[in-house]
Nanobody, 118 residues
Framework: VQLVESGGGLVQAGGSLRLSCTAS????????MAWHRQAPGKERELIAA??????AKVDSVEGRFTVWRDDRKRTVYLQIRNAKPVDKAVYYC??????????????WGQGTQVTVSS
């Protein structure tokens, strides 16, 4: 199973950016797909998650970030609006996946850098 993120880059403060993460491989089911971020000098933190039935975000990004998934494409998205310098981080995708040969396993993407210029 592989998770491939895309969409990171440089965005001006107040601007918008959309991140995508697509899962591939011999996947049977995908449960939760989530976004984490790790700012310089800080620990990785969970910021948003989505299943087929619900989505949720932490309070610090509520109102600015939107998370949703397209199960047909096995893709989870993160829309960042009104970007702030505090959003500068490496954004990681995570998925809980079961395959035809393994039980539920957590997979991570390689990360995509988001930089916010002021």
């Amino acid at each position: 199973v592989q998770l491939v993120e895309s969409g990171g880059g440089l965005v001006q403060a107040g601007g918008s950016l959309r991140l995508s993460c697509t899962a591939s491989g011999s996947i049977r089911y995908i449960d939760e797909m989530a976004w984490h971020r790790q700012a310089p000098g800080k620990e990785r933190e969970l910021i948003a998650a989505a299943t087929s039935h619900y989505d949720a975000k932490v309070d610090s990004v509520e109102g600015r970030f939107t998370v949703w998934r397209d199960d047909r494409k096995r893709t989870v998205y993160l829309q960042i609006r009104n970007a702030k310098p505090v959003d500068k981080a490496v954004y990681y995708c995570r998925a809980n996946v079961s395959t035809y040969s393994t039980d539920w396993t957590t997979y991570w993407g390689q990360g995509t850098q988001v930089t916010v210029s002021s």
